[in-house]
């Protein structure tokens, strides 16, 4: 059963993902060749569509405020945490940076999801 839903987050998380990268490469040819702020407006769009998502569909669990405030520290932290990393890593083109945010940010979030964001203490 562990194994479906990992299946079921990685469903969500390439959908993420795929927001996260179309947003940001938009923001980027279109409004300002911005890095950071490409990838920011693609985590923000991302962020809503997953955390609904992963409430519902992957871990079975209800919206609240605690539960959300930790969804976004936790992507938050680690789109910091992949930016750093990928600026640092990558010195070729921009969207290969943003790929890499992309690709990354959902792998490193589905534990920490799962046994600490929609833990539901009874």
Known sequence: MRHYQLVKYGIVGISSAAIHFCVASI???????SFF?????????AFLWSYFAQSK???SSNFSKIKGMKFFFVQ???????????NKLC???IYLKIFVVAMVLPVCAF????????????
């Open 91 to 93: 010195e070729s083109s």
């Open 111 to 122: 534990f920490v999801h799962k046994f600490w964001t929609f833990v539901d203490n009874k």
């Open 57 to 59: 569909y992957v871990f």
């Open 37 to 45: 702020l490409s990838n920011v407006s693609g985590f923000f769009l």
């Open 27 to 33: 923001f980027v040819s279109v409004i300002y060749k």
């Open 76 to 86: 938050a932290t680690s789109l910091l945490l992949v930016i750093g990393i990928a």
